[in-house]
């Protein structure tokens, strides 16, 4: 029936209001099912048992109405009753739909395509024989879908054994059309069914052989299935009775699924695994390997660990790697080498640690983290090599490296003093001693005698700086000491003090009594003197001059600064060369350009750095930083 014209459409809504069940009758904008179609008429009984159409705040629609239509399997099975013109039916139970009615009638729900633009619904009620039939309709209906959309092969042999039932899946996973399944019986020797080693599979044993003889269940059952063409096929197959509504025995059914790629995968696996156990002895030989809890707590060490740490496996199992802590690496370093792991990442770096007898050494770290199986980092594996020696070549090398570079830079400044300053006084004594030969009057001789004086103490005093630059590399094996910062400052200051209080500068000094260094005494002394003596010397105010001299420990490291507000140095201009040699900044008779120089050699040789912060007019900021504990080999 078409509804194309007003006739029709009075014919069709008279004819409706006379039948004794809901019609309903729905605009589509597609071909295919539409949930959002809406409403355009229902009968008298639609009216009757379904009191929504009078909701006046909108026009109902087929999926407001019948929210079940909503599902997802629903839709497909009717899209595909619409593409073959055929009629989407479900028994319903009308009080599960927002009706009037209050209990549990089982309806007859009828959905059908009109033509392109229309579609009805029909709901009509059922009577118990009427009700049974479409139950076992649709329950065949919904086991031959389920049947057809299952991954398993599935199978239904008579007492006798033979093939009643085959579902696509099964003609898939055995390549053969359902005709050549379906009466064949299930222990023809045709199957070609064979066992693990490839030898025919017992047809006593086989699943269906023992749900029909034994009335047994029997689960995951596997054998291969030799093709025609040699190819081998594995299945993972469950069996069980069949039994009538007497209890007789009437036949058995048997899922399976084909295995032969998990097979496939189970041996690759198998291999795999034993080359990771070849791998694993192998590092566990070569490598020093602890094992840690998701805390870090250890769990398991291996020999080459215990005999490398000192301590026994009873006093490392339980405890943290801390054990180990060498104190060298920054608390940073730590938080970042969590951070990694904890993210899941492989953590790759070089780790100092200090065994249970004090020794140092280093070990180059790899931390995998390991899961569980709920893909959670359950577990750490650390993979080391004791790479000490390599360090320490390493670390000797940069330090002869750094040590020669100063040494050239010292025999430069020596060659240069030489060559000008001492070529220069000689030059000076020659011309001196000629003028003197020349000289005619006693006056004459007297004021030459004077200048000959006057360059004599300027040669003394270059031989003196040329004494000095010797003097660094003399003592350069002398033994270190602990030395009090705070007790070294002091003495500086006591040194200074009648040019501090002459020049009434304020002096503050903010130094723990506890920070202590290893270092030279006679080379930190020299280093203080000179940068406090600049400070003092260097005053620009007659009231209000400060100088304030600081000192705090940082990844140990001693930092020393002395901060002054006197003239200041222009570092854009003079910045190059302000720690060079005979390099001076202001017009200070005393000031002879040698006192920095020295002061950045002594530091060096200390294994440490100085910089320096300065603006003319407004003062300078100096920086020492040493090592607080300087290896031996830092001097050598």
């Known amino acids: 029936m078409s ?14 209001n006379q039948l004794k069940r809901s019609v309903f009758l729905f605009e589509t904008k597609e071909e295919g099912f539409d949930h959002s179609s809406k409403l355009i008429f229902a009968n008298e009984m639609a009216k009757e048992t379904h009191p929504s159409l009078k909701i006046e705040n909108g026009i109902p629609t087929i999926g407001s109405l019948f929210p079940f239509l909503m599902e997802l399997d629903s839709q497909n099975q009717i899209n595909t009753c619409f593409q073959n013109n055929t009629q989407y039916e479900e028994v319903i139970t009308i009080s599960g739909y927002q009706t009037k009615s209050t209990n549990n009638q089982n309806f007859l729900f009828i959905l059908n395509k009109l033509n392109g633009t229309h579609c009805t619904v029909l709901i009509e009620e059922l009577s118990d024989v009427l009700l049974a039939e479409k139950a076992l309709k649709q329950k065949e209906t919904k086991l031959n879908r389920f049947l057809k959309t299952m991954i398993n092969g599935v ?19 055995l390549e053969l059309e359902l005709e050549t399944i379906e009466n064949r019986y299930f222990s023809s020797r045709e199957w070609k069914q064979i066992d693990e080693n490839g030898e025919p599979f017992p047809v006593e044993k086989l699943p269906l052989a023992i749900a029909l003889g034994k009335g047994e269940t029997v689960y995951n059952c596997e054998h291969g299935i030799v093709s025609e063409e040699g190819q081998i096929k594995w299945l993972n197959v469950n069996a069980t009775p069949l039994y009538d509504d007497k209890g007789n025995l009437e036949g058995a059914t048997a899922s399976f699924l084909d295995i032969t790629e998990l097979k496939k995968t189970q041996n690759t696996i198998q291999l795999q695994n034993k080359k990771l156990t070849s791998i694993l002895e192998a590092i566990e030989i070569s490598a020093i390997v602890s094992v840690t809890d998701a805390n870090g707590t250890i769990t398991r060490v291996n020999s080459k660990f215990v005999n490398l740490c000192g301590y026994t496996e009873s ?5 943290n790697h801390r054990i180990l802590n060498a104190a060298y690496h920054p608390k940073e370093f730590w938080t970042g080498l969590w951070k990694d792991i904890k993210s899941g990442n492989t953590w790759e770096g070089i780790i100092k640690n200090k065994s ?13 983290p390991l899961y569980d199986e709920k893909n959670q980092i359950e577990s750490f594996l650390s993979i080391r090599f004791d790479i000490t020696e390599e360090i320490e070549a390493l670390e000797n090398t940069k330090r002869m490296l750094h040590f020669t570079g100063i040494q050239n830079n010292r025999l430069q400044n020596f060659a240069y003093i030489v060559s000008h300053n001492i070529r220069q006084h000689s030059s000076n004594f020659t011309s001196l001693v000629q003028l003197l ?18 360059s004599s103490v300027q040669l003394e005093e270059t031989i003196t700086h040329l004494n000095d630059i010797i003097s660094i590399n003399q003592m350069l094996n002398k033994p270190m000491e602990i030395c009090s910062l705070k007790i070294e400052v002091d003495k500086t200051l006591s040194i200074l003090k009648g040019s501090i209080e002459s020049r009434n500068i304020q002096v503050e000094v903010c130094i723990s009594n506890e920070i202590e260094c290893k270092t030279i005494p006679s080379y930190l002394e020299s280093i203080l003197l000179n940068l406090i003596s600049n400070a003092v010397k260097y005053v620009r105010l007659k009231k209000g001059a400060f100088i304030r001299i600081e000192a705090e420990e940082k990844n140990e490291q001693i930092v020393i600064t002395v901060e002054d507000n006197g003239l200041g140095i222009n570092l854009e201009k003079h910045g190059n060369k302000i720690f060079g040699m005979f390099k001076t900044f202001h017009r200070n008779e005393d000031a002879r350009g040698i006192g920095l120089f020295i002061t950045k050699s002594q530091v060096e040789v200390l294994g440490g750095s100085i910089v320096v912060t300065s603006e003319e007019g407004k003062g300078s900021v100096f920086r020492v930083i040493l090592p607080k504990h300087p290896e031996e080999s830092l001097r050598a």
């Open 356 to 368: 249970k007898d004090g020794n140092y050494f280093w070990l180059q770290t790899f931390i995998h």
């Open 437 to 454: 030969v020349e000289s005619k009057t006693e006056e004459d001789k007297t004021k030459i005698v004077h200048m000959l004086h006057a």
């Open 155 to 173: 199978v239904v042999v008579n007492t006798e054994g033979q093939i009643l039932y085959a579902n696509d899946s099964a003609a898939n996973i």
């Open 315 to 319: 006093e490392i199992i339980g405890k």
């Open 3 to 16: 509804i194309t014209n007003k006739t029709e459409t009075n014919l069709f809504y008279g004819f409706a």
